[in-house]
């Protein structure tokens, strides 16, 4: 009996090769762990619902570039983490856009906010600031917990200059979450 993994790749074989019925399959079968996988990114529930459809969309659209390297989920994570951190992007600038005349309260409303939700925005914050060739590897690895093999094959380079770009990654992410901090003196 096969397995709800041997299933998916198969759906997503045939959804590949243009079986619209298999897209269908596939897009419900998926949907929970998309929803979960870009709630890791984003600490609000609407958000990652909108990542989630987002992601969808994607892999409605663009399912003919899945081409078997690697698992299908391994590739659905890399679709999901970039379509989370696209959508923070775009509610982040329209945040920026609809609060551009109001001024910032002066301390956060502890009710509206959560230190998991601050650590989040901290951790696309520091993503977006080290860059794509460093951040794709760390959120694929230490977000989504593919291996190290699993985003070598995805991103299509070496396993050590993966292991490189994630060490250096961690290490400028570090850096600027320690100067963020609630105990930063800004010094």
Known sequence: MPD???VVE????????GDRDALEALLAQVRPE????????????EDAEE???DTLLALATGIEAFDGRSSFRTWLYRVAANRSRSTYHALR???MVETASALPPDRADPARTSVIAGTRLDLLEGLDAIGADLAEPVALRDVMGLSYREVAQLLGLPEGTVKSRIHEGRRRLR???TDAG???NGS
Do not use: E, Y
């Open 4 to 6: 709800d993994h041997d």
């Open 34 to 45: 998309v929803l979960r996988l870009c709630g890791r990114f984003l600490p609000n529930r």
């Open 93 to 95: 600038r329209r945040w």
């Open 51 to 53: 990542a989630c459809q």
């Open 10 to 17: 198969r759906t997503a074989r045939a959804a590949a090769g």
């Open 175 to 177: 850096a600027r979450l």
């Open 182 to 184: 609630p105990h930063s």
